[in-house]
């Protein structure tokens, strides 16, 4: 996936459309500062799905579109593309068919956004997924820029671990993970709200099964109720169906009759229609006949016309045959006088070609003269020249030898100059070297004390370091602390959502009752509904089984207004079918009280004592509960009822009733988990939790920020701790070098001494030698002296004889040029003689030609002419037989107009005749229609008999036999049966007939929602299997990446910094998927320490010696260095450059950079500049 272009439009300062094409190898991109550089390296980190506009060096995401200049507009839109090799097929797979990829963002001012991959339009997912584990991306190490560096090096071990998980491949399965562990946080609360809805569902099918039984028996009597009202409509059915065989008898009769008046207006019709048709006819042949006509008219004329243009052709051709025999004769003057031409032309020509050889051959003679003569001028030349240079060389060696003279005198004023100073030099040494043995001593005593401060740092340092061990173990306390405290607030959250839609759902409730609540919710107007009879009581846990167990169903009572809502609601549910329910007035009361037996000691108390009530409801409460008495057990409550009898209630704590007839209920019942009152409790329980939870998560949170505050207190204590350690090693690092340096001050002074001595004994002798060497020098000038001037005499004449040669030669040169001018023109005059003569031949062939197209231009007019003469003759002989057509078409439209006029009067007296019948037919119509409305009205009344039934017992009264009319189905017993069974239905009460249907709906979503709950255990077993799996497969690649890059860093970094070692280490070993990565370095020449100690240009090449470890281990595509060399210095440049262009073989590299060296070393140069204030240009240049 090399990187093969990038594409950029109203991107930031790149307001037109711009275009970098990418090669392969080292590209650069130069430019002044603020000329729009880096922002090529944010179109592309914005493009690969960046977004942060703080990383864009922006305020906000907006801020990336053009936003205008002096000259240009603001733009409306940002669109960046890039586009990718992938001819090898090492992209993605879904992608491995595609020659390119293009990967395009686009942003709108209004902060719409959007992506495409290919032109076809995606997610971001989908974009960072596709580079997911290459290297690249917006966060990955294929962009560097200079504050990633310094962001790498004082970073934290745990975040710059990112790198070697970018570099082993894990982000895409820790992004996985990621994925996975959401998932498994959802489907937990899923479960834990599914359970809680498995309960409900079991609590409510137990509820249900009651009233399932009930509406079986209502089931079976609404059976034997349909079985006689289908019977008894039988019978209403035979009636209903004899009347209406009466009445279609007497309608069959007038039908007949009707028809056949009706036939005899249909049979006059039919005459009517045939002589209708007929005159349609006669009219159609009238059309015709005058369309003919109008058509023959039409022809004559277009006949008429086309002799007007023969006549006319004709005249055209006899002028046009006039005018070519005028051209012809003007063609053939013009070719006589071309011949004549012709010949003139050519002889001048054969004169001219003689006068030119004539003057060639004196040419050649004059310039063999002037070769002669320019050979004997180049001999004495150069025997002038040799007498120069041999003269030269005598002035040379003259001065050679007087200048060697004076430098042996300088040489000799210079070496005694020498021996005082080394005389001076021998007593500052001695001075010194005293001096040196002092200050050797000092450095010792100072280096001794600067060792004791270094050891006290050192065991500040180890209590400082056991002092953060034991801040961080209660960091992660504490954040163990507020993990589970978020646990338990989300599974509180969760739990109580559940409730809450359970009772905002109504679900367990009598469809009656959900369809009035659920009304009530929906439609303000419902002021009358108050609400249920178990949302205004609540009680203690201890009496809920109790309340319970008294109210029953009527915990589902609505609370209304009076009893004309109730009235109103029950309609409602009739109107919509929705089931039953029970409605009782908010203010009522009962009529007369008993006498609770309160002092007896079986009694714990009125159960209505032991309650809450909402304000308002007091009434409900005390209409429901004010007989009802809280006894200690169930053997209390039989002993205290069989001693007195009172028309009471009672009630033990764990449900068991008694009522005022003695009839006792209990046994083991449903958990009350899923009861109404219990469930209300449950949500004030989980409520009241949830804000202790709410309440305690802030002081948590506090808790954890100040030992987070003072774990960095004590991590920069630490730092500055360990930058006074630095300090005092760089002092005792000083200290020694400035010990080792006067110890060698002396060595040296000492060694200089002797030295000294032994240099004034060489000058003395060096003295001596160069008086000899003065003398020999003065002696050689003197002889090079006298033969400089033999020599210059020689020269002199040599220069005579040379002056008199060049006159001779300027002589016959001049004669050479001026034949030379004579033959030239002589020549361009037989040229252009040949030119003239070429032209007028081809002006004659042109003339002939034009000669035999004339004569071809006269044959053809005279073939024309004979053409048209012989068509007009043809045209003129149709034109008389035309006329007397159109004649012949005149006579027969008058015969059709006659025949078409006689048709019409026939149509008149047959129409005359169907008036006379038409009011006969309508009497009958109207007898017709009478009977049939007599009927309909019959079957309507068996209809409607036929859809009562229909309608309350779905069935098909036409399709039953007519058996039960045999017998006595209309007597009285038969209807007071009817009435027997209607009486027994409604002294049943009130019954929920969905209950059947509700108790198998609520069998089949509990079976559902139990599947659903194993399929959610099952799936958080999966989850947890593939985070386990992807933990084991992200620990293996980071472990062996890390190792891998941890082994070329070592390699790499001594190559940069020419010596020294550094390497990787874990912080903490055990834990490959959350340790952190810590540098330490050893530059040449210093102790190992950490990396935050080195200098600026130090950090820069150990974070680059990183970076290339890195590429080294997985090469990404591309790399983009955003002003990485900027800290560095030319020797480290060199390195820096050298190893780009090694990892250049397998990368691309794009470097931002204003250091030439860098400059140098790339294959391609694009160069940005901004000749438009605000608006960036693109440049490009290729290196060789």
């Known amino acids: 996936m090399r990187l093969k272009r990038l594409e950029m439009i109203g991107f930031k300062s790149f307001a037109e459309k711009t275009v970098v094409e990418l090669n392969p190898g080292i590209t650069a991109v130069v430019g002044p500062n603020g000329c729009g550089k880096s922002n090529i390296v944010d179109a592309l980190r914005w493009a690969m799905g960046e977004q942060s506009a703080r990383h864009l060096r922006g305020h906000q995401m907006e801020d990336v579109v053009f936003a205008g200049s002096d000259t240009l507009p603001a733009t409306g839109m940002a669109e960046v593309s890039i586009v990718f090799d992938n001819e090898d097929g090492r992209g993605p797979a879904e992608y491995s068919n595609f020659s390119e990829i293009m990967v395009t963002r686009r942003l709108f001012r209004s902060g719409e956004s959007e992506y495409s991959i290919n032109k076809v339009d995606c997610r971001l997912k989908d974009v960072i997924e596709l580079f997911l584990g290459t290297g690249v991306g917006s966060k990955a190490y294929s962009i560097v820029e200079q504050g990633k560096v310094d962001e790498l090096v004082n970073s934290k071990p745990e975040d710059r671990r990112a790198l070697i998980e970018e570099a082993a491949g894990t982000s895409k399965y820790k992004s996985r993970k990621i994925v996975a562990e959401r998932k498994l946080e959802r489907t937990q609360q899923n479960l834990l709200r599914v359970t809680d809805i498995v309960r409900e569902i079991e609590r409510q099918i137990r509820s249900m099964e009651l009233q399932a039984k009930k509406a079986e028996r209502y089931r079976a009597l609404r059976a034997a109720l349909k079985e006689k009202e289908i019977a008894f409509g039988i019978v209403q059915r035979d009636r209903f169906q004899h009347q209406i065989a009466c009445q279609e008898r007497l309608l069959l009769a007038v039908e007949t009759q009707l028809s056949e008046h009706l036939a005899a207006l249909h049979r006059r019709e039919a005459e009517s229609e045939a002589v209708r048709l007929a005159l349609l006819e006669a009219d159609k042949a009238i059309g015709a006949q005058q369309e003919t006509l109008y058509q023959q008219r039409i022809q004559l004329q277009s006949d008429q016309q086309k002799c007007e243009f023969y006549r006319k052709d004709l005249a055209q051709l006899e002028q046009a045959e006039d005018e070519t025999r005028s051209a012809l004769l003007t063609l053939e003057e013009r070719s006589k006088l071309l011949g004549q031409e012709i010949d003139e032309l050519g002889k001048a020509q054969k004169s001219f070609i003689q006068l030119s050889l004539f003057e060639e051959t004196f040419l050649r003679d004059k310039e063999s003269q002037l070769g002669t ?103 992660e306390a504490q954040e163990h602390k507020l993990t589970v405290l978020k ?18 759902n109504y679900e ?3 469809e009656g009752v959900r369809a009035i609540m659920l009304k009530r919710q929906q439609e303000s107007a419902c002021e009358g509904i108050y609400g249920l009879v178990a949302e205004v009581i609540e009680a203690p846990e201890i009496y809920e089984k109790a309340l319970t167990a008294v109210l029953g169903d009527r915990l589902q009572y609505v609370i209304v207004n009076g009893h004309e809502e109730g009235l109103e609601a029950i309609e409602y549910l009739k109107r919509e079918a929705s089931g039953r329910s029970s409605f009782i007035p908010r203010q009522v009361t009962r009529k007369q009280s008993k006498e609770l037996p309160l002092g007896e000691a079986e009694v ?22 004010s007989d009802v008495v809280v006894v200690r057990d169930l053997q209390a409550g039989i002993a205290l009822w069989n001693r007195n009898g009172y028309y009471s209630t009672l009630v033990t704590p764990e449900g068991e009733v008694i009522d005022p007839m003695g009839i006792v209920t209990g046994g083991s019942d449903t958990p009350l988990e899923g009861s109404f009152l219990t469930q209300r409790r449950r949500i004030r329980e989980l409520s009241a939790a949830l804000a202790e939870l709410q309440s305690q998560l802030p002081f948590e949170e506090r808790e954890l920020e100040k030992l987070k505050q003072n774990l960095e207190r004590a991590e920069t204590e630490k730092a500055m701790l360990g930058g006074e350690i630095h300090r005092l090693d760089l002092e005792r690092v000083r200290l020694e070098h400035e010990s080792r340096a006067a110890e060698q001050e002396h060595e040296r002074l000492s060694q200089a001494v002797a030295g000294l001595r032994a240099e004034q004994d060489d000058l003395r002798a060096a003295l001596q030698l160069l008086d000899s060497e003065i003398q020999r020098d003065r002696e050689t000038a003197q002889a090079r002296a006298e033969e400089k001037t033999r020599r210059e005499r020689m020269l002199a004449q040599k220069q005579d004889e040379l002056a008199s040669l060049s006159d001779a030669v300027a002589v016959a040169d001049a004669a050479v040029s001026q034949s030379r001018v004579r033959s030239a023109a002589l020549g361009e005059k037989r040229d252009n003689t040949h030119a003239n003569l070429a032209n007028r031949v081809k002006l004659q062939e042109q003339s002939a030609r034009e000669l035999e197209a004339q004569h071809r231009r006269l044959a053809e007019i005279g073939r024309q002419r004979a053409e048209i003469a012989d068509d007009l003759t043809c045209l003129e002989k149709t034109l ?92 009285p017993d038969w209807q007071a049966e009817i009435d027997e069974l209607r009486g027994r239905l409604e002294r049943m009460g009130e019954v929920n007939l969905a209950a059947i249907g509700e108790y198998e709906e609520l069998t089949t979503r509990f079976q559902f929602m139990s599947q659903q709950k194993e399929d959610l255990e099952k ?62 370095v050893q530059p040449p020449g210093k102790k190992l320490q950490s990396i935050t100690l080195l200098s600026g240009g130090e950090k820069a090449l150990t974070a680059v010696s990183l970076l290339f470890a890195i590429f080294l281990t997985k090469p990404s595509p591309f790399c983009f260095l955003d002003e990485v060399d900027a800290p560095l210095d030319d020797a480290n440049i060199d390195r820096f450059n050298e190893l780009i262009k090694e990892m250049s073989e397998n990368s691309q590299f794009i470097m931002v950079t204003h250091n030439k060296k860098s400059m140098q070393a790339a294959e391609m140069l694009y160069g940005i500049t901004m000749a438009e204030p605000g608006v960036s240009k693109v440049v490009s240049v290729r290196m060789h």
């Open 1019 to 1080: 799936s958080i077993a999966d989850l947890q299997q593939t985070i386990v799996k992807l933990n084991r497969i992200c620990r293996l690649r980071f472990k062996e990446s890390f190792d891998e890059i941890n082994e070329k860093f070592e390699a790499i970094f001594p190559r940069l910094f020419r010596g020294g070692k550094a390497k990787l280490v874990l912080t903490d070993e055990n834990d490959y998927l959350e340790t952190g990565v810590d540098i330490v």
């Open 373 to 475: 003569l320019q050979s004997e001028l180049r001999a004495v030349q150069s025997a002038i020249d040799g007498e120069k240079a041999a003269l030269i060389d005598c002035a040379n060696q003259i001065a050679y030898s007087k200048n060697n003279a004076m430098a042996q005198e300088k040489r000799q004023d210079e070496i005694s100059r020498q021996c005082h100073r080394c005389q001076d030099e021998l007593s500052a040494a001695t001075t010194a070297l005293a001096s040196c043995e002092n200050r050797r001593n000092e450095n010792a005593a100072a280096l001794a004390l600067c060792m004791e401060k270094v050891r006290e740092r050192n065991l500040d340092a180890s209590l400082l370091n056991a002092s953060l061990q034991a801040l961080g173990h209660a960091r």
């Open 508 to 510: 367990g409730y009598q």
């Open 487 to 504: 646990a338990q607030l989300h599974e509180n959250e969760s739990r109580l959502t559940s409730l809450e839609d359970l009772q905002r």
């Open 604 to 625: 714990v108390a009125p159960l209505i004592e032991m309650i809450s009530v909402k304000d308002g409801y007091r009434d409900v409460a005390e209409y429901l509960l």
């Open 880 to 971: 008389v037989e035309s006329q007397r057509t159109l004649q012949a078409l005149e006579e027969r439209l008058q015969t059709d107009r006659q025949r078409y006029r006689t048709i019409s009067m026939q149509l008149a007296e047959i129409g005359e005749a169907i008036k006379e019948l038409r009011p006969l037919g309508d009497a009958y119509q109207e007898e017709k229609n009478r009977l049939q409305l007599a009927v309909a009205e019959q079957r309507l009344h068996l209809q409607h008999l036929i859809d009562h039934l229909r309608e309350k017992y779905d069935v098909e009264l036409q399709h039953l036999s007519g058996e039960a009319g045999e017998n006595d189905l209309s007597s």
